[in-house]
């Protein structure tokens, strides 16, 4: 990038509500940072501490979404193991219309688009009752505590979002997408 | 068997097991990137715990979680199946879900818990 070109980003970003914006290797420490600064930052702009929480739950969802899930990773031919792998994503975080919103975006293996479009169409589909009934029969059934995740984050989000969870999926090439999604507060 | 003490970090939750007291105590938050890392020896305490636990024997479980993630949430629910387990071999389990006044969300959390269970007691506290 050009030096002079980072300001008309900066703006591009504000322009579109958001306040806050990584890309890159994303890590549970970074996570807990990003996390800890975007909370404090809310509360001192909101007076319901629920709002920061909410905020705060997004990111962390969304975050470990990408350690766990992004097919993209740092360095790309890993010999040494999964615990050395650096995993990358985008995170955005804004606020419009009333509103604070958190954007997500990771690069997927075209195999998986169909599945996660599918569980995201359907929860897209549920009234608060029904992703309420759909969390805990999946948090009955789904894996013990020895696998990465509960599969629970996106319906976790869409309970605790004021409207539908929004997503895109990019061809990038024959094997790769791109998945972005966002959850409004 | 010994007491089990795990300190608070920035995304697990300090751990307070008294095993002569009979008080367990999770406070703060939970969410680590490896759930199972963190959890299984908690877990590995809390069945032998069970297992030498005397009939009747009245245990308080003091729950304050400010935050704790999805996956976590699973693990919350396996605590909970383990307890009322206990509670229908005769063992006098209460649990203690402590929320913050504003934080909606914990609170939600707690009453859905309460829904799950039957037998096991698990009372709301708002933090004064």
């Known amino acids: 990038m050009v030096v002079d070109k980072l300001y008309s980003f900066k703006k591009d970003l504000s322009r579109q509500g958001v306040f806050f914006c990584f890309s890159g ?10 996390g800890t600064i975007l909370k404090q930052k809310i509360k001192l702009e909101m007076p319901r501490n629920a709002v920061a929480l909410r905020v705060f739950s997004m990111v962390v969802e969304q975050a470990q979404n990408i350690i766990h899930y992004s097919a993209e990773k740092c360095p790309k031919d890993n010999k040494a193991g999964k615990e050395e792998e650096l995993s990358i994503g985008i995170i955005a975080v804004g606020y419009e219309s009333g509103h604070y919103f958190v954007l ?27 992703l309420k009934k759909h969390y805990k029969e999946q948090r009955r059934k789904g894996p013990d505590i020895i696998s ?14 004021s409207r539908p969870i929004e997503f895109d ?12 999604s966002k959850t409004v507060i | 068997m010994e007491n089990l003490n795990i300190e608070t970090t920035k995304y697990t939750p300090g751990i307070s097991f008294d095993c002569k007291k009979n008080i367990l105590e999770i406070i703060g938050e939970s969410y680590p990137e490896n759930i199972a890392e963190f959890y299984a020896p908690v877990f590995d ?8 636990l005397k009939d009747k024997q009245d245990v308080i479980i003091n729950m304050e979680l400010v935050y704790f993630n999805s996956s976590s949430s699973k693990v919350l629910l396996d605590f909970f199946d383990l307890m009322e387990d206990a509670v229908g071999n005769g063992k006098n389990i209460k649990v203690n879900w402590i ?30």
């Open chain 1, 25 to 34: 290797p994303v890590s549970q420490d970074l996570l807990v940072e990003f």
């Open chain 1, 104 to 130: 997500s975006g990771n690069v997927i293996e075209h195999q998986n688009v169909e599945r996660l479009r599918k569980r995201l169409i359907k929860l897209r589909k549920m009234s608060k009752e029904e």
């Open chain 1, 148 to 161: 990465k995740g509960a599969g629970l984050g996106f319906i976790d989000m869409a309970k605790k979002a």
């Open chain 1, 169 to 180: 999926f990019k061809t990038i090439d024959e094997n790769y997408s791109f998945f972005s």
């Open chain 2, 45 to 52: 305490w809390l069945e032998e715990y069970l297992g030498q």
């Open chain 2, 99 to 128: 929320y913050e006044e504003e934080d909606e969300d914990t609170l939600e959390f707690g009453k859905e818990f309460q829904e799950d269970f039957e037998e096991l007691n698990i009372n709301l506290v708002k933090k004064g």
